[in-house]
């Protein structure tokens, strides 16, 4: 993932709301939002190449999501951010006990940040600057490819249209904040070491370049009871269209299994 919004415990109705836009190269392959093969309680997409997963739920009552930390000039790390997400969400542990046992591991990982949620709490995890977790209190909050909250335009900007859904529950005027391809004013553009031309372009919450950009779309709703709706809404080469999967299912807090 490279942009994150996420509501915890912020309404009335939906302790726990996330959207986020995926980020990536075309050619690298990907399975689309479902049970996994090897492991049908999880849901989520899959990454066909490393492994792992960019985000997930837990039929029991898990979900994990992780973005990259914007580093050029930092060579690529032993494994891939994936297989955080993967073993957060089949693993038993509280996810604040999880995220303690990272920092052992940091080392072994290109800068990360990661969201837990053990369906009690909603953790935040990175190995950038240091490692380090913290369990957040209820709240918005958006992540990029920098630490939580840092102002990036298209953070702002996701925050607020979540803001906005969280008030009128408009899902179509959620999406479509979320496709917004406008580019950041040079003024508001972060210096990451990629150069004014790749700022601008990586600017918006929807990237459309060659080879690269937003590869999907994803829209997680949980109830007071439990239910959890899943929308996932891709896009091909050039942003063109590729389908949606949208799933809805009742976790089970004490592990049987539960039907979609």
Same mark, same amino acid.
């Given at each position: 993932m490279c942009l994150i919004a996420v509501a915890w415990q912020s309404h009335p109705r939906y302790p726990l709301v996330l959207i986020a836009n995926r980020d990536e190269f075309h050619e690298r392959p990907s399975a689309p939002l479902g049970p996994w093969p090897q492991a049908p309680e999880i849901l989520g997409g899959r990454d066909l190449q490393? &492994? &792992?997963?960019?985000? +997930? @739920?837990? =039929? +029991? +009552? =898990? !979900?994990?999501? @992780?973005?990259n930390v914007r580093e050029p000039l930092l060579r690529s790390a032993e494994r891939s951010r994936g297989a955080l997400v993967a073993e957060f969400l089949a693993s038993p542990e509280p996810a604040c006990a999880w995220a303690e046992l990272l920092g052992g591991s940091a080392s072994e990982y290109a800068g990360y940040n990661l969201l837990l949620w053990d369906g009690e709490e909603l953790i935040y995890a990175t190995n950038r600057l240091k490692p380090?977790?913290?369990?957040? #209190? #209820? +709240? !918005?909050? &958006?992540?990029?490819?920098?630490g939580l909250d840092t102002p990036w335009p298209k953070l702002q900007r996701a925050r607020a249209a979540l803001a906005r859904y969280l008030d009128d529950g408009q899902e179509p005027a959620l999406l479509a904040a979320f496709a917004d391809e406008t580019v950041a004013a040079d003024e508001a553009l972060p210096d990451t070491g990629v150069g004014l031309v790749m700022e601008r372009a990586l600017s918006p919450p929807f990237i459309r370049r060659p080879g690269y950009g937003t590869r999907c779309t994803s829209l997680i709703r949980l109830d007071q009871q439990d239910q959890l709706e899943f929308l996932e809404r891709r896009h091909g080469v050039d942003g063109a269209p590729a389908g949606d999967t949208r799933l809805a299912l009742v976790l089970n807090r004490q592990g049987a299994e539960a039907a979609i």
């Open positions: 490393a &492994g &792992g997963s960019w985000l +997930g @739920v837990h =039929r +029991g +009552g =898990r !979900l994990a999501a @992780v973005t380090r977790w913290e369990s957040l #209190p #209820p +709240g !918005l909050y &958006g992540l990029s490819n920098a």
